[in-house]
């Protein structure tokens, strides 16, 4: 049996399922999957043809779609051009919100505890970049240290002191270029793919994703869902496709067998 025959039987699957009344989630990552790659991600959109597959699957019956990506949540919405009614997660599943004419930004992702921790990695950042040219940033579920342009010297300390500060207080330390990234939330797009499974009461998802963070989510799948790996590496997927384009014909396969 080829791949592509394959595939099709499990588009066939779930297409069948919806019509025994089951709900389908359709949970997609987006940069990679349905957008191309590109070097500046402010400019990253889907492809036409992948915009509207997703237009055509929000009108089916039966059908919830959503984007899980490691963007925060108004970075998602501000190039994700979905549907009404898209659920929206960002920030690897730490931001859950929807899209509905604009962004509709969920509950606080974090409790009272987890609250007041943030702001303790925050104060604690603070009082550490006085006196640099350093800035940090809050953002919903982290704290992030900016140190572009900040003299090197300057630069290595604080760094050092950011690592042993959410070392300290037990936090989740990313770090990158030229940034110190210290999250209260460990969340990974399982999590995330779980709880959007629980929270739309959907019976089969489709989940495609690019990356090795998506392969977090693939792992969670169980008989009856399907995974599609877009483009090369490893993967745990049993389906793959090549690129958005083939992803985007994928997604119109699955609304021509739903009648959408
Ligand atoms: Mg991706």
């Known amino acids: 049996m080829s791949d592509t025959t394959a595939l099709e039987g499990a588009l066939a699957g779930l297409s069948n399922a919806v019509r025994a009344g089951r709900t389908l989630l359709v949970a997609l990552d987006f940069d990679g999957v349905l957008a191309p790659l590109v070097d500046v991600p402010s400019r990253s959109r889907a492809t036409p043809e992948g915009a509207a597959a997703l237009r055509r699957l929000s009108g089916a019956d039966g059908v919830r779609l959503a984007l899980i990506s490691g963007r925060g949540l108004a970075d998602l919405a501000a190039v994700a051009e979905v549907p009404d009614g898209t659920l929206l997660v960002g920030s690897h599943g730490a931001?859950?919100?929807?899209?509905?004419?604009?962004?509709?930004?969920?509950?606080?992702?974090?409790?009272?505890?987890?609250?007041?921790?943030?702001?303790?990695?925050?104060?604690?950042?603070?009082?550490?970049?006085?006196?640099?040219?350093?800035?940090?940033?809050?953002?919903?579920?982290t704290v992030v240290l900016h140190t572009r342009g900040v003299p090197t010297q300057d630069t290595d300390r604080l760094v050092d002191a950011a690592l042993a500060l959410g070392e300290?207080?037990?936090?989740?330390?990313?770090?990158?270029?030229?940034?110190?990234?210290?999250?209260?939330?460990?969340?990974?797009?399982?999590?995330?793919?779980?709880?959007?499974?629980?929270?739309?009461g959907a019976g089969p998802v489709l989940f495609a994703g690019d990356d090795v963070t998506d392969e977090r989510a693939m792992a969670v799948l169980g008989p009856g869902d399907v995974a599609?790996?877009?483009?090369?590496?490893?993967?745990?997927?049993?389906?793959?496709v090549a690129d958005p384009e083939a992803m985007a014909r994928t997604l119109h396969r699955l609304a021509d067998l739903l009648g959408s």
């Open 168 to 200: 300290r207080l037990d936090l989740d330390t990313m770090a990158g270029r030229d940034i110190v990234e210290l999250s209260v939330l460990r969340v990974t797009k399982g999590d995330a793919l779980r709880e959007l499974r629980s929270g739309t």
């Open 228 to 240: 599609i790996r877009v483009g090369d590496g490893e993967s745990v997927a049993p389906y793959r």
């Open 95 to 141: 931001e859950v919100g929807a899209w509905d004419g604009g962004l509709r930004p969920g509950d606080p992702a974090l409790d009272d505890e987890q609250s007041s921790l943030l702001a303790r990695a925050a104060d604690e950042l603070s009082r550490l970049v006085e006196g640099t040219t350093a800035r940090i940033e809050v953002k919903p579920t």
